[in-house]
Every structure is written in C-alpha cells, then in structure tokens.
C-alpha cells in the first residue's frame, strides 16, 4: 500500500485547510484510514481516524468540532477538513492505513504511513 498526501500548506490562525491522501496498490485490505501529526519535539500523536467496516469515527479530544474526516471507499481515499486551525496544530501531518489479512491462524495487520504534508498555523 501506497500513501500520498496533499493540501499542507500555510494559513492564519482561525483559518482552514483540507488534506487528502490518496492510497494505492493492495487497497482492497484497508481497514482504518487516518490521519496522525508530529509538532517539533513531540511524538507523534492521533488526529482522526475511520474505520471502512463500521464507519466508526474516531478523533482526538484537541481538534474535535474542529476537524472533520471522511472517507470515499470507492476511490480510496481519505479527507481531513481542518477549521478553526490554531498555532498549536503546526505540525507535519502523516496520513495512515492499516492493512488486515485474515489467516486460519490469525489477524495480521500492517500499518503505512505516507511522507507527511506540512501545516502551518501562524499566530
């Protein structure tokens, strides 16, 4: 699996960005699509992520009514809507997949991450 991302970029405070990550290659094993960030000096940390078999949405407690993710199956992708961006989500953002494989011995999952697209929030 292939992941690439666009839509980093700079914006003013209060501002909004749209990431999307394009997967390619064994797509038909993703599970979960996502998006992850790193700010400076930090570890890297969940934004958003959706599972394609339930639908569940989950996001973390810092960009809830914030951000917004979807996810089009079809098209293998997956869209991160960031509003009311603030200086403190300056980070390179990654975007995720995990990948299941069913086994008669077992679930193994694999997890992919793209490049990462820079976003900047100036104050």
């Known amino acids: 699996v292939q992941l690439v991302e666009s839509g980093g970029g700079l914006v003013q405070a209060g501002g909004s960005l749209r990431l999307s990550c394009a997967a390619s290659?064994?797509?038909?094993?993703?599970?979960?699509m996502g998006w992850y960030r790193q700010a400076p000096g930090k570890q890297r940390e969940l934004v958003a992520t959706?599972?394609?078999?339930?639908?569940?949405?989950d996001y973390a407690n810092h960009v809830k009514g914030r951000f917004t993710i979807s996810r089009d199956i079809a098209k293998n992708t997956v869209t991160l809507q960031m509003d009311s961006l603030q200086p403190e989500d300056t980070a390179l953002y990654y975007c995720?997949?995990?990948?299941?494989?069913?086994?008669?011995?077992?679930?193994?999952?694999?997890?992919?991450w793209g490049q990462g697209t820079q976003v900047t929030v100036s104050s």
């Open positions: 959706v599972t394609s078999g339930t639908g569940n949405i």
């Open positions: 995720y997949a995990r990948s299941l494989k069913i086994f008669t011995t077992g679930d193994v999952s694999y997890d992919y």
């Open positions: 290659g064994n797509t038909f094993t993703i599970d979960v």
